[in-house]
């Protein structure tokens, strides 16, 4: 539960003023969207990554919308550099000093396989052997000194790792998060040693037990952040040439953002600032219309990415794990992946089964309907080839192809199958919704809610082409289709919060907790979380406040997130608390065993003024009745071969209802409603669609 606390010393009223551009780097195309509170302008721009630098793509995005750099109040900028460095393992050389005896501990890890069943897969840690060395010194987990620590020693690693090259250093001793006065001494030696700013201290990051994910965390944080610097401070410079001298703002995995200044020393965070900020979007949009609890579908051309949203707030977690024995416990949106995506490659496997994905054709050469030389059956040609995707954008690569040439492929694949073309697209759909409707029951079934309870956010370029019979699949209610699906990351730079999570551990049984030491951890929290937004000089329009604890039964591993209505709860409420938490989840009561208070958890908000949505579609270009806004009809599979009508979406007057089957087509994406769905567009230029019943 959100306790909203007042205005903040910088608050001003509710509309946000000023011009400001969300920019977004995906892995295929950067998104820009422009707005201009004072005259209601947008502007939206799509240009190519340049992955090799993506500040070319930025500036790019800005000469495509005709933006001047100058004139802008504020950027907001969603970067992938630390994410794909971290999944390519394009790292910077890092070293690590640890208590003597534990180098090790990023390597050792859990008791947990690559592959659940068979000794397969393979683990290299992100710092190697060579690179991690001890010094004497001891912490015990109650925060008392054991052994001391031997300056001289550290001071002969440190400058051993300088010698061998690295650029980064971790700092990272047992125990700190009870006690960091050794990490703290460590960091002063290290400052007059190390070459460079590059060093992070385990228990800065994060103050919670587990040397195991600290130090992952930790060892990710310095060996991208040589990489997050130097880019930041290159686009920086490149707009200041342009005459923006404001502050650069940056997304964060946990769906806020942090000035490009200080981003660099929790590098961590910008882990994963795509998929968030596309589900800060969908929050912020879901608000506005009256919708707060969604489950988000962003179905892009490799993957698709799903997270849940309860009462407009989504789900934060500090236990991610974005690939096996790489655990980053700083908080960050709780999105889960598939292998689904418009070029995922179908396929019979060896047992005589369709699978669709996870390989994928990718952008080069594509699916086949990209006309650069797929040859290969995709999701995106199963579309095309049942009318879904108009046929006309066939020819758009260099040369080429005709549904002919996609009907083969699926002739092919479909005689394995004892299938036509045409219905071993539609099973090929079929397949293709059932996994993504798996992603989103991860989301929600797994966490104990029900899908059934919430709305479905369709958004990316190929979201709103499925979402609707993933909503059917999973007896979903509605689906909600924001104005532009295919920029919604770069929309939710702008709309996204200022957001700062903090995490300390108390680690007691609950009946033996100072439950005044509790309150003072959540006090300074608070303190700590106002002090960051000041620093970030951005107008916020209020702060909010929500508290939780992290709690497990003695002996149980994993732990369970508590909301609390504020910072001073009982003993008696915060075990009661805990048990309703777990029968939710669980449905069993374990009365006979205590429970333990693991971490205290707070997050400070400075939420951003509005924004006007509707401005996203231009008022000017709607017709008076749907009618006109129809731009002819085709044919598309669905059970079978319907006639259906086609209409541009910003050609929709206002208040315009749709009835399918019907195609809604538009600059970013194309929405299918399938017979029984009705469509009704509300004031922001949402589409919200009522799924028809199960034929």
Known sequence: MLDKTGKAPHMTDSTLTGTFAGIDVGGTFTDLVYYDSKTGTVKLAKVPTTMDNQSHGVLSALDAADVDAGALDLIVHGTTTTTNAVLERHLCKTGLVTTMGFRDVLELGRRTRPHAYGMTGQFRPLIPRDLRLEVPERMLAEGAVHVPLDEDALRAALTELVAKGCEALVIHFLHSYANPAHERRAGQIAAEVWPNGNITMGHALISESREYERGVTAAVNASVQPLLRAYVERLADKLSERGYDRDLLVMTGNGGMVSARVVADEAAKTVMSGPASGVMAAAYTGRRAGIPDLLTYDMGGTSTDVAMIRGADPAVSHEIEIEYAMPIHVPMVDV????????????????????????????????????????????????????????????????????????????????????????????????????????????????????????????????????????????????????????????????????????????????????????????????????????????????????????????????????????????????????????????????????????????????????????????????????????????????????????????????????????????????????????????????????????
């Open 336 to 695: 889960r992946t598939v292998g689904a995506g418009g070029g995922s490659i179908a396929r019979v496997d060896a047992a005589g089964l369709l699978q669709v994905g996870p390989d994928s054709a990718g952008s080069t050469p594509g699916p086949i309907c990209y006309g650069k030389g797929g040859t290969v059956p995709t999701i995106s040609d199963a579309n095309m080839l049942l009318g879904r995707l108009d046929p006309d954008r066939l020819n758009t690569g260099a040369g080429g192809v005709s549904l002919d040439t996609i009907r083969a492929a699926f002739a092919a694949l479909g005689a394995r199958l004892e299938l036509g073309a045409d219905a071993a697209a539609a099973a090929v759909l079929r397949v293709a919704t059932a996994k993504m409707a798996d992603a989103v029951r991860m989301v929600s079934i797994s966490l104990g809610e029900d899908p059934r309870d919430f709305a479905l956010f369709a958004f990316g370029g190929a979201g709103p082409l499925h979402a609707c019979a993933i909503a059917r699949e999973l007896g979903v209610p509605r689906v909600l289709v924001p104005a532009r699906p295919g920029i919604t990351n770069a929309l939710g730079c702008i709309v996204a919060d200022l957001r700062h999570d903090f995490v300390a551990t108390v680690n007691r049984p609950l009946d033996v907790c100072d439950m005044a030491e509790i309150q003072a951890l959540f006090d300074q929290q608070v303190s700590d979380g106002r002090a960051a937004i000041a620093r970030e000089r951005v107008e916020i329009a209020e702060e909010r406040i929500s508290y939780a604890v992290e709690m497990q039964f003695i002996g149980q591993t994993h732990l369970l997130r508590v909301p609390l209505p504020d910072a001073a709860p009982s003993r008696k409420t915060l075990q009661a608390l805990f048990e309703e938490a777990y029968f939710k989840r669980f449905q069993v009561r374990l009365p006979e065993i205590r429970p333990a208070l693991v971490n205290v958890v707070t997050s400070v908000i400075g939420r951003r003024p509005e924004i006007d949505l509707a401005a996203l579609i231009d008022a000017s270009g709607r017709k008076e009745t749907v009618t006109e806004a129809r731009t002819g009809t085709r044919r598309v599979f669905f059970e079978g071969w319907t006639e259906t009508a086609v209409y541009w979406r910003d050609h929709l007057p206002a208040d315009a209802t749709l009835q399918g089957p019907a195609i809604v087509e538009q600059m970013d994406c194309t929405l299918v409603l399938e017979p029984g769905d009705r469509a009704v567009q509300d004031a922001d230029g949402n589409l919200i669609v009522t799924v028809g019943a199960l034929s």
